[in-house]
């Protein structure tokens, strides 16, 4: 799955409900893969250390 055509607003919102809705572990997973990937991190309060 890529994420690259999602804006970093749009990454960002997507991690906050996928976790907020509590959805696939996997999936959460590529999220902050995506996240750390463009140094992002700064900007979400909690992420799993990957």
Do not use: P, Q
């Amino acid at each position: 799955m890529e994420l690259n055509h999602l804006s970093d607003e749009g990454l960002l919102e997507s991690y906050h409900k996928a976790t907020e809705l509590n959805l696939d572990r996997e999936f959460i997973k590529l999220i902050e893969l995506e996240i750390n990937r463009r140094s992002l991190t700064h900007l979400i309060k909690s992420i799993a250390t990957i």
